[in-house]
Every structure is written in structure tokens, then in C-alpha cells.
């Protein structure tokens, strides 16, 4: 199983911009795929979850700005971000996990001041 993400991209403070991951071959229909970031210098940090039964979690720093959303059927899961601010730039990866532990490579999102 592999997880695609796509969607990173330079945005000026305010913009907004959605990220896509899909997965790869077979997976569990019970799952919880996630949203992590990993800012220069700091530690990969949780952004967003969503479980396949559709609850959700957020950072506080991405409330009420950031969206998670998900197709089981497509065995994707999107984040749109709105309200973006210079420290949100950061490599964004996706995560599954569910009889597996599966992260994708990160899409660089640089938003400007």
C-alpha cells in the first residue's frame, strides 16, 4: 500500500489551498487517515484526522481554518486550508493507519507574508 499525496503549492497569507492523498492497494475499511506537518527545525505534528466512521480531530492552531475530509470509496482524504498564514508553511504528509502504519511523502506548502 502506498499513499500519493498532492496539492502543496506557494500561496500568500490568506489564500487558501486543498491536499489530496489517495491510497494504493488494499486496505482496511476501518482505518483513520490523518494530516501531519513538519515545519524547518520543529517536530512532525498531528493537524487532522478523520476515522473511516467519519469523526474528527484538529490541532488547536488549524481550527476553524482547516477541513478534513475523506472518500472511503476512493480511499482518499483531502484537507482544505483556508485563512493560510506564513507559519503554515511546512511539508504536509498524510498517514494511515488501520492493520497498517502507512505515511506518504510530503507536499511542501510555503505560504508567503
Known amino acids: 500500500v502506498q499513499l500519493q499525496a498532492s496539492g502543496g503549492g506557494l500561496v500568500q497569507t490568506g489564500g487558501s489551498l486543498r491536499l489530496s492523498c489517495a491510497a494504493s492497494?488494499?486496505?482496511?475499511?476501518?482505518?483513520?487517515m490523518g494530516w501531519y506537518r513538519q515545519a524547518p527545525g520543529k517536530q512532525r505534528e498531528l493537524i487532522a484526522s478523520?476515522?473511516?466512521?467519519?469523526?474528527?480531530n484538529y490541532a488547536d492552531s488549524v481550527k476553524g481554518r482547516f477541513t478534513i475530509s475523506r472518500d472511503n470509496a476512493k480511499k482518499a482524504v483531502y484537507l482544505q486550508m483556508n485563512a493560510l498564514k506564513p507559519e503554515d508553511t511546512a511539508v504536509y504528509y498524510c498517514?494511515?493507519?488501520?492493520?497498517?502504519?502507512?505515511w506518504g511523502k510530503g507536499t511542501l506548502v510555503t505560504v508567503s507574508s
Open positions: 492497494g488494499r486496505i482496511s475499511s476501518i482505518n483513520v
Open positions: 498517514r494511515l493507519i488501520g492493520g497498517m502504519d502507512i
Open positions: 478523520m476515522g473511516s466512521s467519519g469523526s474528527t
